[in-house]
């Protein structure tokens, strides 16, 4: 094995556990992706945050524009008084922290080195096989969707409390994620049910990032760049700073909102969406003082579903033309699943050529 293998199999947390105090050569971003060498950090521009609660009342419609040019410029936003229970947020981060404080081999039975969005896995980096430079993170992901007995049977079943924990988490997004597909239908022209329709049997996939303190946080990354490829993903941050957004060739640090989430479009709606809603480029930085969690919610199509730029959107356009081909999504998660990190599959591989 060369030690690229060797400090792999390792992973973050052991290395910080160990004290390391150089970033082992496995971690070391090329020049041009490290934090340090990146485009300008812009100060004081903040991402749009919407108020849920706002919606019932008299400024529905303003808040519903806020809505669509949020998701047409940043494909990001704050999501503020969304009803989703305080105590269910917190008791899911504090489950997630002594899941990770477990013994190694304890986490090494859910251990897998590449990911198919279907079954429980413990991981150290996103394709443990062919990511040429490793992510300073450990995580946990598992599906939600359909939630039946047997599905919950397949999760950690340490710490004592994580299955129930976990359970009433997801059925607690699965409530925002449904109010969230009908406020983004309306917001599109489309009938409240469009996307929800689209999305057939549906997918959830819930991804806990652990991010250790790094001893060089200047040359590597938590995550390194990407689009996510679900539908679109709701984040419960902790309060350490880590998540950046590209917007304009910039890397935007995203503050944290005591009790919000963020909330940002996926691959499936800019396809779905004919481009007006876009799913941007982000990353998550790491430091040298403190640990960060990011409990992340992927929302989406079911992997029979068949996910196309939809007419009524197209209608409404200057061209009135399809941007994207149509794409089954197994299709595109395994695409997605069977490439490194630092090959990662593009939306623009469906760019219809003009
Ligand atoms: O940790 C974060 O804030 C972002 C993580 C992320 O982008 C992801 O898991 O897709
Ligand atoms: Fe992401």
């Given amino acids: 094995m060369n030690d690229f293998n060797d400090f792999y199999a390792e992973g973050a947390q052991a290395l910080f556990d160990r004290g390391v105090k150089e970033v082992p050569r496995a971690y070391i971003q090329p020049q041009h992706e490290r934090p340090s060498a990146a485009a300008r950090l812009v100060p004081g521009k903040q991402l749009p945050v919407i108020d849920l609660s706002r919606f019932h009342g008299d400024g529905r419609n303003q808040v519903m524009e806020e809505l ?178 590209m917007k304009d060739g910039s890397w935007y640090a995203v503050s944290s909102i005591p009790n919000a989430f963020v909330i940002n479009i996926g691959d499936q709606l800019e396809i779905l969406s004919n481009g007006r809603y876009k799913s941007i480029k982000h990353r998550a930085v790491v430091n040298s003082e403190r640990t960060r969690f990011s409990i992340v919610s992927f929302y989406g199509p079911s992997h029979d579903a068949t996910i196309a730029p939809a007419a009524e959107v197209i209608r409404q356009q200057p061209d009135q033309k399809a941007e994207y081909r149509e794409i089954l999504f197994e299709d595109y998660l395994r695409e997605f699943f069977s490439r490194g990190l630092d090959n990662k599959f593009n939306i623009n591989s469906l760019k219809i050529k003009k």
Wanted: hydrophobic share 40%; glycine share 6%; aromatic share 12%.
């Fill in 68 to 245: 669509k040019s949020a998701c047409e410029s940043w494909g990001f936003f704050h999501l503020i008084n969304h009803g989703f229970p305080d105590s269910s947020m917190k008791a899911m981060l504090e489950v997630v922290r002594q899941f990770f404080e477990l013994p190694a081999e304890i986490k090494m039975r859910f251990f897998q080195k590449i990911g198919t969005g279907r079954k429980a896995r413990y991981g150290l980096s996103f394709n443990t096989e062919l990511d040429r430079v490793s992510d300073w993170k450990d995580f946990l992901a598992h599906p939600c969707h359909p939630l039946s007995d047997e599905l919950i049977s397949t999760w950690p079943d340490v710490p004592l409390h994580y299955r129930e924990i976990a359970t009433e988490y997801a059925k607690n997004v699965r409530a925002l994620a449904l109010r969230l597909l009908a406020l983004l239908s309306e917001s599109l022209g489309l009938r409240e049910s469009f996307i929800y329709e689209a999305f057939k049997g549906h997918h959830q996939l819930l991804v806990i990032n652990h991010y250790p303190p790094c001893p060089q946080p200047d040359l590597t990354l938590g995550v390194r760049g990407h689009t996510d490829v679900y539908g679109f993903t709701i984040v419960q941050h902790d309060d350490v700073p880590g998540l950046e957004v």
